[in-house]
């Protein structure tokens, strides 16, 4: 028999009271910790894979993702049952002898949905119904101390109470079965602590209620001792004294660290009950002093300071394991959040693990935490017990900030008051949709949202889902708007992206495929196995609490002196915490850059919601680089982000690219086409188009052709004309309508350029601008460019790119379907040049304009996977190979994307008497040297 005896609360190696004595609480696990280390325990199922038979199964777990039964996605409800209705568990055990004069409970962290617990054949309790919520049952009187024990657990995946099944079981997400959180047993002496729950004030106030469990005579005392987590007293004890049950602690501490998300300072609250001078029973919890307070018609307050919150919506999922996590996991989620330069997190839809809060505790987020309820609410009779154990184990994580009673509909008013009950804090409860208690929570509304709600009402507003994601639209598509306008709004407190991760899960009967339920799932940041999406990035940027409003702009003016204008956009943190780093690059042609000059910038003393000055010393000779970088860590060491202006201009770049052949230059005109020649290299314009027709080396085609046509407007051909000039040949075409004019230049080095110009009726709308040519998408295999990079972008998703030397292979990905990231296909920002690898000759282009943007053939885009919403099902200008000045937007799984703000919208042709102009140098065979 396995034994994993740990003291509760209580750890020798941070605890000032020492290793565990028999006065605390003694935790032995019946199962294994998490999903990483489990315990076979002997299990069937009677529906679905592997029915009927008597085998093991480890636990925790999921019983679909160890074989057994059916998957189910949103379906899954009673008017369509899966066959595998119950899975029954065995288990034996056995517990020390010393525990014959203990309180002893089993306690299961979660189990899918209605669970009975019987311990050597008579029943530990009533059926627990609730799936997402940790229960405990007294089995004193049933185990035999010192001898084997016998577990069987049976639990049924739809529950016998209907609004537990509306609530639990008619959610949009994987529904999963099982005991999927781990079983502990937990002892203490008879006369205990039974539960307690504490308002730690970031002011010093500290109040405690501590409930007594046995007999516990009237005139017990109960102290308790904060201390720091390596065990160092601060301030003295506060005591009182057992009254029917229940003490009631209060005191203050002096010069307190308060907790916020921004500075996670954590303290030890130790309690002890003595009977007299005997210590009866002690426990620990981990606190933080922290004030949360929703002010009506104004805002959020964290410790009387008013903030927004900046997050997302997480589901607890793994590929392997379904909703069985670990530790581990949590830290790896709450470490991409905080990457992401997030500082919050709603749990949806439903409580977490209890590590995922510690975690949080650890490493600063506010998180919203939620009764499950996605649409459909619990009746009061079986959501009562619920919120009691949804409050009793988390209250007094300093994170949560919120309680949300269920989600979109998914809420009965009359367990609003229960929160109060159980909780001292009195934290504000929410209805996630709703416009309730002061704050308006609606979701997936438009930009600059409504009359008389949301950006022009009266109410605190924090949507808490908006921008929902789906493939590569969402997320970040469309939050720089969102957020300038959330930062301009005294009333905006914030709000959650939906979702944090695809949820996709390894399916054991389709060989292994990852399963995201069509398009209901795929609508992560990142992705099952926590791929980075490009959203990633651009948040990490937009969400950044250090803001440079230079960054707007790619390049550095030739006036620049060196001076970078800081906005501070912490709410606790001073900018002087912070560390700058500053280096100066030269790109070459390989990927990445060299670092020819760096040093660190003496960060402001700027307050939140301020703006100060630093200073760059760049040396004298500054212009003669390529690229300034300026990176920004936290005074943990953490890379808030990086940022990027190039210095030399896209014609002192293109000077550098060479071409390999040389000599005279021919020019030939037949009746379709002029024909140039210079060494190997052979170039055919049409005559009836001006477009390319044909381009050829050392007798091997290039099928890069017709083009430039423009992606916008018309081109009609109303001359062309070809000459020699110099020890080169030209070809000129002049059009009417959108396409103005295109000038073909051959020398006699090989280098061949194209001169382009096009312009509309002023103001004239359009979906995407620029010129487009043909080329056989199948015969690339990698690209390599400097410019912005490494991810694709979107009219409203540029954030999260920065200058580089970047190089990908090819891939079709479809993001959310398929996670080969960054996505191979689509528009890349601010293109210097770019190198196509392909299976015949090497293909570089080279721009003399800093503005353009290369499109790189059409991203393939999801079929058969259910409904596709068109706002992320784009209509891509034709062509393979664009040189764009306007590029298009994406939108969201429920939004167009001129719904969600300027960046959206379509472009506008400039004014009358502008053009856009541009000239890309075609270079044929081995990558250029620089």
């Known amino acids: 028999m396995r034994h994993i005896l740990i003291g509760l609360l209580l750890a020798a190696s941070n605890c000032a009271w020492g290793a565990p004595a028999p006065t605390a609480t003694q935790v032995q696990y019946l199962s294994g910790t998490d999903k990483d280390h489990r315990v076979d325990w002997e299990f069937m199922v009677n529906g679905g894979r592997k029915a009927g038979a008597w085998t093991t199964i480890p636990v925790p777990s999921n019983w679909e993702m160890e074989g057994f039964g059916t998957y189910r996605y949103f379906v899954d409800n009673t008017s369509d049952p899966a066959p595998d209705s119950t899975g029954i568990y065995r288990h034996r055990f056995e517990v020390p002898a010393n525990w014959r004069d203990r309180q002893i409970e089993i306690v299961f962290g979660g189990a899918m949905t209605d669970t009975r617990v019987t311990v050597n054949g008579q029943s530990a309790g009533p059926m627990h119904q609730g799936g997402f919520y940790e229960f405990r049952y007294d089995i004193s009187k049933l185990i035999k101390p010192g001898q084997s024990n016998a577990l069987e657990v049976t639990v049924n995946r739809y529950s016998a109470n209907l609004s537990v099944n509306r609530a639990e079981r008619a959610g949009d997400y994987w529904l999963f079965s099982g005991i999927y959180r781990p079983v502990w047993l937990e002892a203490k002496p008879l006369a205990n602590l039974e539960r307690l729950t504490v308002d730690a004030k970031h002011t010093g106030d500290f109040r405690a209620e501590v409930f007594t469990g046995g007999a516990v005579p009237d005139g017990a005392r109960v102290s308790v001792q904060i201390a720091t987590l390596d065990g160092k007293a601060v301030g003295k004890p506060m005591t009182a004294t057992v009254n029917q049950g229940m003490a009631r602690l209060s005191g203050h501490i002096d010069k307190v660290q308060a907790w916020s998300a921004e500075q996670p300072r954590r303290y030890r609250a130790h309690f002890k009950m003595l009977d007299g001078q005997r210590l009866v029973h002690e426990v620990s919890k981990t606190i933080g002093f922290r004030t949360i307070e929703l002010r009506k018609n104004d805002g959020v307050y964290v410790n009387g300071v008013k903030v927004r919150l900046k997050g997302s919506n997480r589901h607890t999922i793994w590929p392997t394991s379904g909703r069985a996590s670990s530790k581990e996991l949590s830290y790896t989620d709450a470490r991409l959040m905080k990457e992401m330069n997030m500082n919050a997190v709603r749990m949806s839809h439903y409580p977490p693990d209890e590590h995922f809060l510690d975690v949080c505790d650890e490493v600063g987020l ?355 004309k070809a000459a020699r000039e110099g020890e080169g040949a030209v070809v000129r075409a002049e059009y009417t309508g959108g396409l103005r004019k295109v000038e073909w230049r051959l020398r006699g080095d090989g280098k061949l350029s194209m001169n382009y110009a096009y312009g509309f009726d002023a103001g004239k709308q359009a979906d995407a601008l620029g010129v487009s040519f043909d080329y056989p998408e199948q015969q690339v295999t990698a690209m390599r460019w400097l410019g912005k990079g490494p991810y694709r972008v979107w009219k409203n998703r540029t954030k999260g790119v920065e200058f580089g030397v970047w190089q990908k292979d090819y891939n079709d990905s479809i993001t959310g379907l398929s996670w080969n990231y960054p996505e191979f296909k689509g528009f890349h920002d601010k293109v210097y040049w770019a190198t196509l690898s392909t299976r015949n000759l090497p293909l570089t282009f080279v721009n003399h304009s800093d503005d353009i943007a290369l499109r790189v053939f059409t991203p393939s885009q999801a079929s058969g996977a259910g409904f596709e919403p068109k706002s992320t099902s784009l209509q891509f200008p034709p062509g393979d190979i664009s040189f764009m000045n306007a590029i298009l937007p994406i939108g969201t799984k429920f939004k167009s994307a001129s719904e969600h703000g300027p960046q959206g919208q379509p472009s506008r042709a400039p004014n009358l008497g502008q053009w856009y102009e541009n000239t890309v140098d075609i270079l044929v065979g081995d990558r250029p040297a620089d």
């Not at 229960?418 to 209805?431: G, M, S």
């Not at 709000?495 to 339920?517: L, S, T």
């Not at 005074?635 to 002192?652: K, L």
Request: include cysteine; charged fraction near 20%; hydrophobic fraction near 40%.
């Open 366 to 720: 506010y998180v919203i935490d939620e009764l499950a309820g996605w649409q459909k609410a619990y009746d009061t009779d079986a959501a009562t017990p619920l919120v009691q154990e949804l409050v009793r184990r988390d209250q007094h994580h300093p994170s949560v900030i919120m309680w949300a009673n269920g989600n979109e509909g998914g809420y009965n008013l009359a367990l609003d008051p229960l929160y109060a009950k159980w909780d001292l804090q009195q934290r504000p409860v929410i209805h996630p949709w709703a416009n309730f208690g002061g704050i308006d929570t609606a979701h997936y509304l438009n930009y600059d949202c409504c009359a008389s709600s949301f950006f022009h009402g009266r109410d605190v507003f924090m949507p808490t889902e908006f921008l929902h994601g789906l493939y590569d639209g969402g997320a970040g598509a469309g939050l720089d708007d969102w957020w300038k306008a959330m930062l301009a709004h005294p009333l905006s407190a914030g709000g959650f992206i939906w979702a944090f991760a695809d949820e996709g899960i390894v399916r054991g009967d389709k060989n292994g495929a990852i399963d995201v339920a069509g398009n209901l799932a795929p609508d992560g940041i990142v992705g099952p196995y926590r791929e980075k999406e490009g959203s990633f990035f651009a948040i990490k940027e937009i969400w950044s609490p250090l803001y440079l409003p230079m960054s707007e702009l790619s390049f550095l003016p030739a006036s620049f002196d060196g001076k970078l204008v800081l906005e501070n956009r912490y709410d606790f943190t001073n900018l002087n915490t912070l560390r700058l780093q500053w280096k100066l690059v030269r790109f070459g042609t390989a990927p990445g850059f060299e670092v020819l000059a760096q040093g660190d910038a003496r960060p402001p003393e700027v307050a939140p919601g301020m703006r100060g000055v630093t200073r760059i010393g760049l040396p004298d000779n500054w212009r003669r680089h390529d690229a300034l970088m300026l990176t920004a860590f936290d005074h943990t060491g953490r890379e808030i982000y990086t940022w990027s202006w190039m210095i030399a201009s896209a014609d002192e770049v293109a000077s550098r690219m060479s071409a390999a052949a040389g000599g005279a230059v021919a020019l030939e005109e037949s009746d379709a086409a002029f024909e140039m020649r210079a060494g190997p290299l052979s170039v055919s314009i049409d005559k009836a188009t001006g477009y390319l027709r044909a381009l050829s080396k050392g007798g091997t085609v290039v099928p890069l052709s017709n083009g430039p046509r423009p992606v916008f407007g018309t081109a009609e051909l109303k001359s062309i």
